[in-house]
């Protein structure tokens, strides 16, 4: 296994503003990949939405792949890294939604995803649980996804 080299984005998305907030994950990766190679550049847990959307997660959640995971995987595959991010994910019955994390990828396409496992306190009222650990492979080895 060779050496990688990580970035992490600490940001404080603003509540239910996901253009915004996608803009500001993309200057994020400007900075980030004008400075150094890196191979893989993690934001936060819901980056897209913010944490405390209440009963907005429901109009803010979209499917995995969808117009987030396409634009920022597409921005992946400009600088050639991989990238990870909290989203909330919703299945095809609309009312069903997941605290998740997505990796794509260096050529634009999407590796996987994880789906919350261990919900706290409120997050119940908002996510359903996920129920799977998955392993992905990306071209540095193989990666988890977790939220804590």
Do not use: W
């Not at 990828?105 to 998955?134: C, Q, T, W």
């Amino acid at each position: 296994m060779r050496e990688i080299t990580v970035a992490v984005v600490q940001m404080h998305p603003r509540l239910g503003e996901v253009s915004d907030n996608l803009v500001r994950m993309g200057e994020f990766i400007d900075q980030i990949c004008a400075a150094q190679k890196v191979d893989l550049i993690v934001f936060p847990e819901l980056a897209t939405t913010g944490y405390e959307c209440g009963v907005r997660f429901a109009e803010l959640a979209e499917r995995v792949p969808g117009p987030t995971v396409n634009l920022l995987a597409q921005r992946a595959a400009d600088y050639g890294t991989h990238i990870a991010f909290g989203m909330v994910a919703k299945e095809r019955v609309e009312s069903i939604i997941y605290n998740a994390a997505v990796l794509v990828g260096p050529d634009g396409e999407l590796i996987g995803n994880y789906r919350k496992v261990h919900l706290r306190g409120e997050e119940r009222l908002a996510f359903r649980p996920g129920y799977r650990y998955p392993v992905l492979e990306t071209n540095f080895g193989q990666v988890g996804l977790l939220i804590g």
